[in-house]
């Protein structure tokens, strides 16, 4: 899809990879809108305790700010995860997931899968924190995204170098900074 024609990005990975760090740089970088980590605020309000059914509350929550971000721009729209993320949090903590997840549907024009290269920092709503942890983390991650034939870039690097990847992966797809 031509950078033009773009309308949302999708950050995508496991915890503590620098998402919701680069994700409003990002955004404001090209002129977009970055909506934040739905499932974070979830977390905090209700514990992570979780249940499939709180995992798919995260999900309906952050389709339903995707759809209104998607209406109304400015695009395109950078997101801090999606269902599909969400979809790996359940294989994660029940090995399984709710078919709301597989009949979920808004998929987002080009995902930048964030590697697990980053020290880990506990924040309190984090879960996964050992290096096994982590990469099962990704690779079901990445899987996730095979899985569904979407386009995507891995972003590795660490302290600007991580941002400058990002911006770079987001370039080859068409989308140009208005600023750096």
């Given at each position: 899809m031509?950078?033009?024609?773009?309308?949302?990005?999708?950050l995508?990975?496991?915890?503590?990879?620098?998402?919701?760090?680069?994700?409003?740089?990002?955004?404001?970088?090209?002129?977009?809108?970055?909506?934040?980590?739905?499932g974070?605020?979830y977390?905090e309000?209700?514990?992570?305790d979780f249940?499939?059914?709180?995992?798919?509350?995260?999900?309906?929550?952050?389709?339903?700010?995707?759809a209104?971000?998607l209406?109304?721009?400015?695009?395109?729209?950078?997101?801090?995860?999606?269902?599909?993320m969400?979809?790996?949090?359940?294989?994660?903590?029940?090995?399984?997931?709710?078919p709301?997840?597989?009949?979920?549907?808004?998929?987002?024009?080009?995902?930048?899968?964030?590697?697990?290269?980053?020290?880990?920092?506990?924040?309190?709503?984090?879960?996964?924190g050992t290096?096994?942890?982590?990469?099962?983390?990704f690779?079901?991650?990445?899987?996730?995204?095979?899985?569904?034939g979407?386009?995507?870039?891995?972003?590795e690097g660490?302290?600007?170098?991580?941002?400058?990847?990002?911006?770079a992966?987001?370039?080859?797809?068409?989308?140009?900074p208005?600023?750096?």
């Amino acid at each position: 899809m031509a950078g033009t024609d773009m309308k949302s990005i999708c950050l995508h990975g496991p915890e503590s990879t620098g998402k919701s760090t680069i994700g409003p740089r990002l955004a404001a970088a090209i002129g977009g809108r970055y909506l934040p980590e739905y499932g974070r605020d979830y977390a905090e309000a209700h514990g992570t305790d979780f249940t499939m059914a709180d995992l798919v509350a995260i999900g309906e929550g952050h389709d339903r700010l995707l759809a209104g971000a998607l209406a109304t721009g400015p695009w395109p729209v950078v997101t801090d995860t999606d269902p599909l993320m969400t979809a790996v949090w359940a294989d994660m903590l029940f090995g399984r997931r709710d078919p709301w997840f597989g009949a979920w549907n808004r998929l987002s024009d080009l995902y930048l899968l964030f590697a697990p290269d980053l020290p880990w920092i506990e924040d309190g709503t984090r879960l996964f924190g050992t290096w096994p942890e982590r990469q099962r983390f990704f690779e079901l991650s990445r899987a996730e995204l095979d899985r569904r034939g979407v386009s995507y870039a891995l972003v590795e690097g660490q302290g600007e170098s991580r941002y400058a990847n990002a911006l770079a992966a987001i370039e080859r797809f068409g989308i140009r900074p208005h600023l750096c």
